[in-house]
């Protein structure tokens, strides 16, 4: 079934045009980690290849607050471990050296 209607979704967009979402500006403590996450923001591509069966019926945004949250979304399409190769590229990418 690729009825996604069943999940919390926001619409996924940016609020503010600039990749950023919501908020009134008023604290400065919080734009600073805001700007902060965004300059270690980056898309990194962890796998290509084929499939036999399609998983998803489009492709969209969907905001997950915790690492669980993101992990159960992709499990409810049984490609749960996209995220471990998207974590485990990010645990290298914090080591040093890297």
């Given at each position: 079934d690729d009825d996604d209607d069943?999940?919390?979704n926001d619409g996924g967009g940016d609020d503010n045009g600039d990749g950023t979402r919501g908020g009134d500006g008023g604290d400065d403590h919080g734009d600073a980690e805001a700007a902060a996450r965004r300059r270690n923001n980056?898309?990194?591509?962890?796998w290509e290849g084929n499939v036999a069966k399609r998983s998803f019926a489009k492709f969209d945004m969907?905001?997950?607050k915790s690492e669980e949250q993101a992990r159960e979304l992709l499990n409810k399409r049984n490609v749960a471990h996209y995220w471990d190769l998207a974590?485990?590229?990010?645990i290298q990418d914090s080591m040093p050296g890297n």
């Open positions: 069943d999940d919390d980056k898309c990194t591509l962890i969907r905001p997950c974590l485990n590229d990010a």
